[in-house]
């Protein structure tokens, strides 16, 4: 069975997109694999949280999780900083990261344009703590984006210049895990790209939304002047408004608005009224439940504990093995 790993900053809600995109295959994926959910708050703190909202965010986001339905019991669900041994490793990996290559990171070199007073040296071997993070589970699958495929490049390369330097055959070359047609984008409500939390506000929908505040967003969407002639193709903004409705409506009511549109009798605020009511009852389950697992700090504690031990069983067993590789006494 593979093993399969993935990894989330704890910087707010998920929306939409996050579900569609990944949640969502999570869950299904989760029955197939050996997999490892973690929360990566280590690699928030490059941005200098408070510690009130660390521990929010953390919470917020594992209560998300469990509420899209990743299970405790069959998945590994663990917050980073609960596998402390991931640091160890951090620190291992990076006496052979180097500073030119981690310069030339992308991610890096935007990060040091936004916070260009803040250019920590947590910031420039980010993808040094990211590799620590797949290696520690010695994981062969990694489900990422695009932004984060450099990344998981250069886990590759730290990976097999572990191997090469100590002369053996240790770590797993980790690849993208890809899902295909499972993979559904969802587009935001600006009217440009994809939904997410950093394009603005009322770009994105949230899973914990409100139905008012879901009405709200959907009914100030970017639209336009409407189609000028029979059959036009649709601009950006309404074909993000139909990508959504793809996904939330039935295929009757896509279609009902889709012949509106090519017969130019489309009227924006009939389909937008139709659409928020959509997302507010495909949410609904969603909803309810963040709000009781939310309530239940018990139980979170309990998923958190339960979490802290699996990975120390795999992770403990990893760095234990490296340490020896590496020379130091058993
Ligand atoms: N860097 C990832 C992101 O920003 C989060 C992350 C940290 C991660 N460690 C990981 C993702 C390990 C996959 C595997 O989205």
């Given at each position: 069975m593979d093993v399969v790993l993935s990894g989330i900053r704890p910087t707010g809600n998920l929306h939409l997109g996050n579900y569609f995109g990944a949640l969502r295959n999570?869950?299904?994926?989760?029955?197939?694999?050996?997999?490892y959910f973690?929360?990566?708050?280590?690699?928030?703190?490059?941005?200098?949280?408070?510690?009130?909202?660390?521990?929010?965010?953390?919470?917020?986001?594992?209560?998300?999780?469990?509420?899209?339905?990743?299970?405790?019991?069959?998945?590994?669900?663990?917050?980073?900083?609960?596998?402390?041994?991931?640091a160890e490793l951090y620190l291992f990996l990076?006496?052979?990261?180097?500073?030119?290559?981690?310069?030339r990171v992308t991610t890096f070199k935007e990060k040091a344009k936004t916070q260009p007073n803040?250019?920590?040296a947590g910031l420039l071997t980010y993808p040094t703590l990211m590799a620590a993070d797949i290696l520690i589970h010695r994981a062969h699958k990694v489900p990422v984006g695009k932004d984060q495929e450099q990344h998981l490049e250069m886990t590759r390369t730290f990976a097999n210049r572990f191997n090469r330097l100590y002369k053996v055959d240790y770590?797993?070359?980790?690849?993208?895990?890809?899902?295909?047609?499972?993979?559904?984008?969802i587009p935001g409500l600006d009217g440009s790209g994809k939904m997410g939390k950093s394009e603005g506000e009322g770009n994105a929908i949230f899973l914990a939304d409100e139905p008012a505040v879901i009405r709200k967003k959907v009914m100030r969407a970017v639209t336009d002047a409407g189609p000028q002639e029979m059959n036009a193709p649709k601009p950006d903004p309404i074909r993000n408004l139909?990508?959504?409705?793809?996904?939330?409506?039935?295929?009757?009511?896509?279609a009902y608005f889709d012949e509106k549109y090519n017969a130019c009798q489309i009227r924006y605020g009939d389909m937008k009224k139709q659409l928020a009511e959509d997302i507010i009852l495909f949410t609904e389950p969603l909803r309810e439940k963040i709000k009781a697992l939310s309530a239940d700090d018990n139980y979170i504690r309990k998923v958190m504990e339960m979490g802290k031990e699996k990975a120390h069983q795999s992770g403990g067993r990893t760095v234990r093995e490296v340490r020896?590789?590496?020379?130091?006494?058993?």
């Open positions: 999570f869950t299904k994926m989760q029955h197939e694999n050996n997999c973690f929360i990566a708050d280590y690699h928030s703190l490059t941005t200098h949280p408070t510690p009130e909202h660390l521990q929010e965010n953390v919470k917020q986001v594992l209560v998300e999780y469990l509420a899209a339905g990743l299970d405790p019991e069959v998945a590994t669900i663990y917050v980073q900083s609960d596998l402390p041994e991931t990076n006496m052979n990261a180097y500073k030119g290559e981690l310069e803040n250019i920590n770590f797993p070359e980790p690849v993208a895990y890809n899902f295909g047609e499972d993979l559904i984008k139909f990508a959504i409705m793809e996904a939330v409506s039935s295929p009757d009511t896509v020896e590789i590496i020379g130091f006494r058993p």
